[in-house]
């Protein structure tokens, strides 16, 4: 499915500031749309090929799916960068699959991330080290025992139907074997074509844990259902973000790194920015004697559209 051209490039994904953390836990986190576009610009200049992104309420950080909070940064991305742009259909757990799917719609990016599985989904876990908020809304948002993050079938088919028609292709977020499996069914059913993008997801509270073996299962499971129909990538959560990547890149995977999913860059120390942890996930690669994937090797290894049919 890839060229020789690209079989060595290893692609950088970039999520830049997601629906998880919130602005009281770190200064780096982007959150009015000039910081996004500029975390996202700067991130694509340390050589990530893909930014993936959210977008929040610039008073208050808190996640904000509406299309026309999107609107203002992904104008200055364009201009800017040759990034591949990836919105999110994730959003934030608590919203529904139409709030969801709606900023994807509008704007038709080359990628958009699918969650593809139901899963209990917590990070209260983090108010262990997090006292103090500035914003009410934060606390009660970290410390929720009761999210259900809801991904049904019919929710994923919906995804699917409604930006295949875009020519929009999927990050395939898996954050356990189960959700392998979901997606199978969905290439079965003629509903997703090759190359997949499959981004499986380690260390979250809800999902598969982090464990070495754990990665090289969700790699075994992949394979085994997909041969040479996918181009795999890892995000790991928290902490485990760059140990995970070296383990992937290691092993001819891709690599998601970024403020979304981590605020750190080394044990104790936190990320100044996203461009940092872009920074260090390049030193892994290029340690390993591999190369980063530009932009345009990206597009041609996940067989994109294009960056100029973003509709904005």
């Known amino acids: 499915m890839v ?23 770190s200064p780096a986190l982007p959150v009015t749309p000039q910081e996004i576009a500029d975390a996202a610009v700067d991130a694509a200049e340390a050589g990530a090929a ?19 909070a999107f609107a203002p940064f992904l104008k200055i991305i364009k201009q800017r960068s040759n990034a591949v742009i990836n919105l999110t259909t994730g959003g934030a757990p608590t919203m529904t699959v139409d709030e969801r799917v709606r900023p994807a719609a509008v704007y038709k ?26 914003h009410e809304w934060e606390r009660k948002h970290v410390e929720n025992k009761d999210i259900v993050f809801r991904n049904t079938f019919q929710d994923i088919e919906f995804v699917l139907k409604t930006l295949s028609e875009t020519g929009t292709r999927f990050e395939f977020e898996c954050y356990d074997t189960a959700h392998l499996y979901n997606l199978q069914y969905f290439l079965d059913q003629g509903l997703v074509k090759p190359p997949l993008f499959v981004q499986t997801v380690f260390g979250l509270q809800g999902g598969i844990g982090p464990h070495p073996e754990d990665v090289l299962h969700m790699k075994r499971t992949a394979e085994r259902l997909f041969g040479d129909k996918f181009i795999w990538s890892v995000l790991g959560a928290g902490r485990h973000q ?43 690669i290029e340690g390993l004697g591999l190369e980063v994937a530009t932009s345009d090797e990206a597009r041609e290894m996940l067989h994109l559209k294009g960056g100029d049919t973003l509709n904005v």
């Not at 970039?14 to 836990?25: D, E, L, R």
């Not at 893909?50 to 026309?68: F, K, M, Y």
């Not at 958009?112 to 108010?127: I, Q, T």
């Not at 999913?261 to 996203?274: F, I, K, T, V």
């Open 242 to 284: 760059l140990p995970i990547a070296a383990m992937a890149a290691a092993m001819g995977g891709n690599i998601r790194v970024g403020l979304e999913d981590s605020l750190w860059a080394a044990p104790g120390r936190m990320a100044s920015s996203n461009a940092e942890q872009v920074r260090l996930a390049r030193k892994i």
């Open 3 to 25: 060229s020789k051209v690209t079989a060595r490039k290893v692609i950088i994904t970039c999520a830049v500031t997601g629906a998880i953390h919130t602005p009281s836990m």
């Open 109 to 134: 990016p080359e990628v958009a991330s699918l969650n593809m599985g139901s899963m209990n989904f917590g990070f209260f876990g983090m108010l262990n080290r997090f006292k103090t908020f500035k």
């Open 50 to 68: 893909i930014v993936h992104l959210h977008a929040r309420n610039p008073e208050t950080g808190q996640p904000d799916q509406s299309p026309e």
